[in-house]
């Protein structure tokens, strides 16, 4: 059963107002990507990485226009992969225990997902800012990676057409528009996602 680690860093990360694209700025003396393909490669069997044209190694494939077509493409260079532990290159501070454990769940469903409880009030609001509703905490999650999936539950989840895959913000709402089922994976407060030159900071401190 092949294990097969697949990192979108593909995008530009805009956001980050960096001089490269956000997975290949350093972070903690190294590029951001490394400190999860070291995570990976530890659990998984091989990881393949989706990224800018400019920037591939040997092994590596092109990414897509969005994230989940990234993953698609990765995830097509890997037709021996049984699952598939989806995890992005903006998540440096991943842990082995949290991979793991999100493997380790994906017994009876097609995924297994990190995710957070959220500690704020959410309210639904119109584009005006006028609230609509208030939502119910005690059931919101704020979704995270890894995403660890049945291998074919996320390849027919990825056909979808590129529309659905650019509105796409993670991959299991792909699985689960496809039908799968998909359970969530409590991660420690630490899993961060670099977007921001503030979360990169904050990314730097906890690994030095
Ligand atoms: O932009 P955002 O931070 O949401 O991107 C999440 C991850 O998806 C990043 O690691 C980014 O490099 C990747 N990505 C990609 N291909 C794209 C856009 C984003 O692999 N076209």
Same mark, same amino acid.
């Given at each position: 059963m092949s294990?097969v680690?697949?990192?979108?860093?593909?995008?530009?990360?805009e956001r980050?107002?960096?001089d490269r694209?956000k997975?290949?700025?350093?972070?903690?003396?190294r590029p951001?990507i490394e400190w999860?393909?070291?995570?990976?490669e530890?659990?998984?069997d091989?990881?393949?990485?989706?990224?800018p044209?400019?920037?591939l190694r040997p092994?590596?494939?092109?990414?897509?226009p969005s $994230?989940?077509?990234?993953? !698609?493409n %990765?995830l097509? *260079?890997?037709p021996?992969?049984?699952t /598939?532990?989806?995890? @992005?290159?903006a998540?440096p501070?991943?842990t082995?225990?949290l991979v793991e454990?999100?493997?380790?769940?994906?017994m009876?469903?097609?995924?297994a997902?990190?995710a957070a409880r959220v500690t704020d009030?959410?309210?639904?609001?119109?584009?005006?800012?006028?609230?609509?509703?208030?939502?119910?905490?005690?059931?919101l999650w704020?979704?995270q990676t890894?995403?660890?999936? $049945?291998a074919e539950a996320? !390849?027919? %989840?990825?056909? *979808?057409?590129?529309a659905?895959l650019? /509105?796409?913000?993670? @991959?299991a709402s792909?699985?689960e528009?496809a039908?799968?089922?998909?359970r969530?994976?409590?991660a420690?407060p630490g899993?961060?996602k670099?977007t921001?030159e503030?979360?990169?900071?904050r990314a730097?401190?906890?690994?030095?």
């Amino acid at each position: 059963m092949s294990v097969v680690g697949i990192v979108p860093a593909g995008g530009s990360g805009e956001r980050l107002g960096a001089d490269r694209p956000k997975a290949f700025v350093v972070c903690a003396g190294r590029p951001l990507i490394e400190w999860s393909l070291e995570v990976l490669e530890a659990v998984c069997d091989r990881v393949v990485v989706a990224a800018p044209p400019d920037w591939l190694r040997p092994g590596w494939v092109e990414g897509g226009p969005s $994230r989940s077509a990234s993953v !698609r493409n %990765a995830l097509a *260079a890997a037709p021996e992969a049984r699952t /598939a532990v989806v995890h @992005d290159a903006a998540r440096p501070l991943v842990t082995r225990e949290l991979v793991e454990a999100c493997v380790g769940a994906l017994m009876g469903v097609d995924g297994a997902i990190a995710a957070a409880r959220v500690t704020d009030t959410v309210k639904e609001a119109h584009p005006d800012g006028t609230v609509l509703r208030t939502l119910d905490r005690a059931r919101l999650w704020a979704v995270q990676t890894p995403q660890v999936f $049945r291998a074919e539950a996320l !390849r027919r %989840a990825l056909e *979808a057409d590129d529309a659905t895959l650019a /509105a796409a913000t993670d @991959d299991a709402s792909l699985v689960e528009a496809a039908g799968g089922t998909v359970r969530l994976v409590e991660a420690p407060p630490g899993n961060i996602k670099v977007t921001t030159e503030a979360d990169l900071a904050r990314a730097e401190a906890a690994l030095c």
